[in-house]
């Protein structure tokens, strides 16, 4: 065993992030000691040499930003975490995957402590940080002027096989090379061993090569625990300010097991305790007391803070100055940092007259969005190549690109320059990565970030939209061409169960408005929402905008569902449920079946959640138990069971669609006046339970 005295202070550091890590791994009986113990030099090297952060306040703005992509490594991230300062005890580390811990077996977003974002499936923090390169240069190019670099920090992140192996890594890394985010440096965890083998068995393309043709400054380390080497390359990335940059570390997973280094068993499993004994007499430490923490490496580490409070000290001084020189810039900014929505952001949005015809929502969201990002600095987004189908395109406010690639408008320019100051965002046919790009985004105070496509492209989206509710991330989601009723492009282009699956999330609020104005106030709901994601399911087709004079305002969206309207007695025989394009549905057959003398309540439900929210006594008030419900709503029935009960129905789609013109679709499908009518007659013949 070697003598403690006698190693390198950089040696002792990179020992104990190691020995913690296998230690809390070992008593949790379950984890992921591998990549801790053959990512630490990298990881030491980044925090102890590069990373500017304060541990004594994690949510310093101008703070660099780090991904541990590869998060099922948490206990890295844990380890440099407590020892460099942040309000996370030796306690906690102790407490490594149990119940209501701070160290969970996956990094989860806990920003107060200094863990910036979620993750453990793999690919999308590597995608994540990109969103975060945007969201710094997106603000630098707004706020900065000459001498006063008010925003100016880097992404890094440690990223590994797996996560270069997923798709949405690709999405990310291609769209990161075109739009040059120069100050983006990874690490890769060159390994060569996934969870369950060598990467040879399924992994053998040239991954330089691979990144230097996305447009990327690559570099390889021959050597993991060569922290020169690592220092030297991170030196040279930072200096390449045009191109992103990777790292390839060649490190070796489980370093210091004798038995199990370079193998996947040091993958996903505890070492064993006789292991651990002897990585730690490998690797010269003393095998007792567990979780051993040096003096000598505690002070050393905890000299971020000493660093930190300096580094955000002269910041504070600069932004002082700053705000003096450029008073308007500093207020708008700073109510950015407190991530405050402008004061009037919600005034002169779009008011829709009554009008049969209609217009689509998708065009109604595409107009209040384009209000309210007139007066929302943090409003930012794009869509999967499909802005004219969207309506999505802000006009005017610039297209967010290198100011390498300014060459004027092209085809699909929304006007306002090419710099890193625009706001549109072009992703490309990207639908994966602009859900994860986006989560990034949200991470900043002050962004809203929004994405566009079809709503059955939503399945390319489901991970990040997962990922966004579960770190109550504000990203709002514009889901187009909602149903059967965008016609011709047929079932695959046409969804039915994207809807129930987007209401199966947890956390995020699904909102299908039936006419213009209520898009106008889903947009509201979904600006207001600063804790959770939303998702609003626009048609493609026209819809009728209802006279509110003769239904209920539709500010009644905020609870989910509302009576529209009701019988002049109030005594409604049976209430018709309908959400999006088919609202304009119900209120026709509500028309037919009075002239039948039978008595409807009419109720737009846009919202599960939203509903779901509400009061008992407010859901009993708009959908009584004792009265028949008809639900009315072009995708799957499943759920309406909840709403409609056993004397109720819905007409639905519980099959796929179809190539034909809309309303041959429409009728063929049952969504027609007479069927619901139909439908409505049968339900006051059946006998009440």
């Known amino acids: 065993m070697k003598n403690l005295e006698a190693v390198s202070l950089d040696e002792l550091c990179i020992n104990t992030i190691r020995t913690l890590s296998i230690d809390a ?128 920090h880097y992404t890094y992140a440690i990223v590994s096989d797996g996560d270069l192996m997923e798709g949405v890594a690709s999405e990310a890394a291609s769209l990161a090379g075109h739009l040059k985010l120069g100050k983006m440096i990874y690490l890769y965890d060159d390994n060569h061993i996934t969870l369950s083998a060598a990467t040879q068995l399924s992994y053998s393309e040239d991954r330089a090569a691979r990144f230097e043709s996305y447009g990327w400054h690559t570099q390889k380390v021959s050597d993991g625990n060569d922290i020169d080497a690592i220092d030297q390359a991170i030196k040279k990335a930072r200096e390449v300010t045009d191109r992103p940059s990777i790292i390839l570390v060649r490190t070796h997973i489980g370093f210091g097991s004798p038995h199990k280094q370079d193998t996947y068993e040091a ?22 007391p567990p979780f051993y923490e040096p003096k000598e490496a505690l002070d050393h580490m905890h000299e971020a803070i000493k660093k930190g409070e300096k580094a955000e000290k002269q910041w504070n001084e600069l932004l002082a100055a700053y705000e003096k020189k450029y008073p308007d810039l500093a207020k708008e900014l700073k109510q950015m940092m407190k991530n405050e929505l402008p004061k009037g952001w919600n005034e002169n949005l779009p008011q829709f007259p009554a009008d049969p015809k209609g217009i689509a929502t998708r065009a109604a969201s595409g107009k209040v969005l384009q209000a309210l990002s007139d007066k929302m600095p943090g409003l930012i987004g794009g869509s999967a190549d499909l802005n004219p189908s969207t309506y999505t395109e802000l006009k005017n406010a610039g297209d967010f690109e290198s ?238 069971e909840r709403y409609v009960g056993e004397n109720g129905a819905s007409i639905s789609v519980d099959d796929f669609g179809a190539s034909a013109p809309a309303a041959v679709l429409m009728k063929e499908y049952g969504f027609t006046v007479e069927n619901v009518c139909k439908h409505a007659l049968k339900l006051l013949e059946k006998p009440k339970h």
Request: hydrophobic letters at 40%.
């Open 25 to 152: 791994v070992q008593k949790a009986n379950s984890g992921h000691p591998g990549l801790p113990l053959g990512a630490a030099p990298m990881g030491y090297v980044l925090w102890d040499r590069f990373l500017k952060h304060n541990p004594k306040n994690p949510l310093w703005y101008n703070r660099d930003r780090f991904v541990l992509s590869a998060g099922h490594g948490s206990m890295l991230l844990y380890s440099l975490l407590h020892l460099t300062g942040y309000p996370l005890s030796l306690e906690e580390i102790k407490n490594f995957r149990q119940w209501k811990s701070l160290t969970p077996g996956h990094v989860e977003r806990e920003a107060e402590i200094g863990v910036e974002i979620t993750t453990g499936p793999l690919g999308q923090g590597f995608a994540n940080g990109v969103g975060m390169a945007i969201a710094e240069a997106y603000l630098a190019a707004r706020y900065n002027r000459p001498g006063f670099n008010i925003i100016d």
């Open 267 to 288: 993958h996903g499993s505890p070492l064993g305790p006789e292991e651990v004994k002897l990585t730690k007499e490998n690797l010269g430490w003393p095998t007792e």
């Open 403 to 640: 100011p390498d690639r300014a060459v004027g408008d092209q085809q699909g320019s929304s006007g306002g320059g090419w710099s890193y100051a625009g706001k549109n965002i072009h992703y490309g046919v990207r639908e994966h990565a602009m859900g994860s790009i986006s989560n990034g985004l949200a991470t900043y105070e002050g962004i809203i970030p929004f994405t566009a496509t079809f709503l059955t492209f939503s399945d390319y989206m489901r991970p990040p939209i997962r990922l966004a509710a579960l770190m109550k991330l504000q990203v709002i989601y514009v889901f187009t061409h909602d149903s059967i009723g965008l016609g011709e492009d047929g079932p695959t282009h046409q969804p039915v169960e994207h809807v129930a699956a987007l209401r199966a999330i947890p956390r995020l609020n699904v909102i299908r408005p039936g006419d213009a104005n209520e898009t106008r106030v889903a947009w509201q709901v979904a600006i207001e929402s600063r804790n959770n994601p939303v998702a609003l399911i626009l048609s493609r087709q026209n819809v009728p905008t209802l006279d509110r004079q003769k239904f209920a305002s539709a500010e009644g969206l905020r609870k989910g569902a509302y009576i529209l309207s009701d019988p002049k007695d109030g005594k409604p025989q049976i209430i018709l449920i309908a959400t999006g394009s088919e609202v304009g549905l119900i209120v026709a057959a509500q028309q037919k079946l009075e002239e039948q003398k039978i008595a409807v309540r009419l109720v737009s439900m846009p919202s599960w959640e939203l509903f779901e929210a509400q009061s008992k006594e407010y859901k009993e008030s708009v959908l009584p138990r004792s009265i028949p419900k008809l639900s009315v709503e072009a995708a799957i029935s499943q759920g309406w």
